[in-house]
């Protein structure tokens, strides 16, 4: 396979997406491979839902794209999207963890997770000591998204769940980061990762600085020309570049770290 003067030594990919055309897919796995990407954490993309309140039947089809997925390409660990207002919630999210060998769970934009309705699927993940993945966004802009979670809904479902793993979804994807990154400061249990298209000076290093390095996490959110050239760019000792790399994720798994 052709080099591309980049190699990540091994790195995981804490948040991406998949795709209906599989094509789009089996590219994403070229170029990771090139990259030095050992793991890909992987949910379907919610914009190639039929809305982001999806339908029982729609929840159980994607996660089982994921997983066939994950049979054919060694990287792909699964991630279940999970809709916490459907009545099988708690159902798909066990199956999906404890029959097909999904690591975490996907919360995006069907309720915040403020709301207590969420509550039983985070329980299910502090069982299986799996990590939760929560779309998550702070605006600066007068922009309008419903049951979108923002920070500080991520810091009281942490306070309830002093336990689950919570991972705070690309702070570099389109929100104030500085904001984001002091809201969970004094909560060990939310890790942070860098994915998304945002692009500013110094967001990583201002992550490690107030989490420490061992909870920032690599990730792309499918955006992985800017994924790679912040982490790249970002101003940190070799120790800690691995961590965000791929130590951080490796112990949040429990994957022999």
Not at 125 to 137: G, K, M, R, Y
Not at 177 to 197: F, H, I, T
Request: with cysteine.
């Amino acid at each position: 396979m052709a080099s591309i003067g980049v190699d990540l030594g091994g790195a995981v990919d804490a948040h991406t997406h998949c795709y209906p055309d599989m094509s789009i897919n089996e590219e994403m796995i070229k170029l990771s491979r090139m990259l030095g990407i050992e793991q890909l954490w992987v949910s379907y993309h919610p914009y190639s839902m039929s809305s982001f309140r999806p339908p029982p039947e729609e929840v159980w089809r994607v996660n089982e794209f994921v997983y066939n997925l994950s049979r054919r390409f060694r990287e792909v660990r699964g991630f279940v999207h999970v809709n916490p207002l459907n009545e099988d919630a708690v159902k798909v999210t066990r199956h999906f963890i404890e029959e097909r060998g999904f690591i975490g769970v996907k919360l995006y934009r069907a309720v915040r997770v403020n709301r207590r309705v969420v509550d039983p699927v985070i329980e299910v993940a502090v069982e299986n000591d799996v990590p939760v993945l929560i779309h998550t966004a702070h605006r600066l802009y007068p922009n309008p998204r419903p049951n979108e979670s923002e920070p500080d809904d991520i810091r009281s479902l942490a306070l309830r769940f002093p336990r689950a793993k919570i991972i705070m979804a690309h702070i570099t994807g389109g929100g104030d980061w500085e904001y984001a990154v002091g809201r969970v400061r004094d909560l060990p249990n939310v890790y942070v990762d860098v994915g998304g298209s945002v692009a500013d000076y110094g967001s990583v290093e201002e992550a490690v600085k107030v989490l420490g390095a061992g909870r920032v996490l690599f990730a792309t959110d499918t955006l992985i020309a800017a994924a790679v050239a912040r982490i790249l760019d970002a101003e940190l000792n070799d120790e800690d570049r691995v961590k965000v790399l791929r130590l951080n994720a490796l112990r949040l798994i429990g994957d022999g770290q």
